[in-house]
């Protein structure tokens, strides 16, 4: 049973129940009552507490009278004839969350998927919640599992995976379609997990990284048909102003002869018809030409050194 009911005695009940009981006892402590009119008072007290009620500002209560709907009562405090008034529940109109999930559901594909989901309904007639439906939290629950498993049969597995949101939209339209009578709506349905096979997703992965890897050469034979117009316009720009072509033969030889230790191999052909051998000659005799820079030496340790040598020689010879 998903009916919700407060248990206990709420505050101002007791607190009236406690004011009548003090004062037949003491009448009836002062002798100013009887015991019979001490017992009628406490029954009289006990009919008058169980008749005040509260619902809490979300709530609304479903009040029977004799088995039969009279109303609703609340939020706040309200009263109710004792024995012949019931409330029957208190129903909260805030918005709820149901999780639900279906298991091992086919797709369009012939593919097993476990779904998780989530719906997020709220009780906008409260009449028709407590006539219509006997437990309008079970009905949901089973009505969303249901829907969602229709709902996945209808959709292909790229479908489910890609369009998460659509799925979920044409979920929602189903259930608010079907809880509409019971004074109920689903405002939204969300899809919190798709689970697929361990196999399937290895095999989507390799399919994915397949694609990316076909892509990627697609990519690069582009840019090197791009690259070969380039090479064809600026051909056509070289064969008719050799001068230009030369610049730019010296200026590929300059920029592989910065970097120190670099080789830069030159067909005979273009230093026949750019005269890079000269230039080449020239650089190689210009470095060759340059003075050599001697590593540094203590030139005062050389003196001394030759010194004491002289000295250390000058007996030998006296000798």
């Known amino acids: 049973m998903n009916k919700h009911t407060k248990l206990g005695v709420n505050p101002i009940s007791l607190t009236v129940f406690s004011i009548l009981v003090g004062i037949s006892v003491g009448l009836y402590w002062l002798s100013y009552i009887s015991v019979p009119l001490l017992v009628a008072l406490l029954i009289l007290s006990i009919l ?11 709530e609304k209560a479903v009040v029977l009278r004799v088995g039969k709907f009279v109303g609703l009562k609340g ?30 559901t086919l797709t369009k594909d012939t593919v097993p998927v476990n779904v998780d989901a989530v719906v997020y309904w709220t009780v906008w007639d409260v009449e028709k919640a407590a006539l219509e439906v006997q437990e309008y939290e079970t009905a949901i629950y089973y009505i969303a599992q249901t829907g969602l498993r229709d709902v996945i049969g209808k959709h292909e597995l790229a479908d489910l995976l890609q369009e998460r949101d659509k799925v979920a939209e044409v979920l929602q339209k189903m259930l608010d379609e079907n809880t509409n009578p019971w004074g109920i709506t689903c405002q939204t349905v969300g899809i919190k997990d798709i689970i697929i096979p ?16 076909r892509r990627a050469r697609v990519i690069l034979g582009t840019a090197e048909t791009e690259i070969a117009e380039k090479f064809a316009k600026a051909s056509l720009q070289y064969q008719d102003n050799p001068v230009a072509l030369h610049l730019r033969g010296m200026n590929m030889l300059f920029e592989g002869l910065k970097e120190k230790g670099s080789m830069v191999i030159v067909p005979s052909s273009a230093l ?18 340059e003075p050599r820079q001697l590593p540094n030496r203590d030139v005062a340790n050389e003196r001394v050194l030759t010194k004491d040598t002289q000295e250390t020689h000058i007996p030998d010879q006296a000798t």
């Open 48 to 58: 008058l507490a169980s008749s005040i009620h509260i619902a809490d500002q979300w």
């Open 75 to 104: 939020p706040g405090i309200f009263f109710i004839i004792p024995i012949i008034d019931k409330i029957d529940t208190y129903i909260d109109q805030r918005v709820r969350v149901t999780d639900f999930k279906a298991e091992q």
């Open 198 to 213: 361990q196999l399937l997703a290895d095999a989507m992965s390799k399919e994915a990284q397949a694609e990316r890897e």
């Open 272 to 289: 026949d018809s750019m005269n890079l051998g000269a230039m080449g000659g020239l650089i190689s005799l210009a470095k060759a030409n």
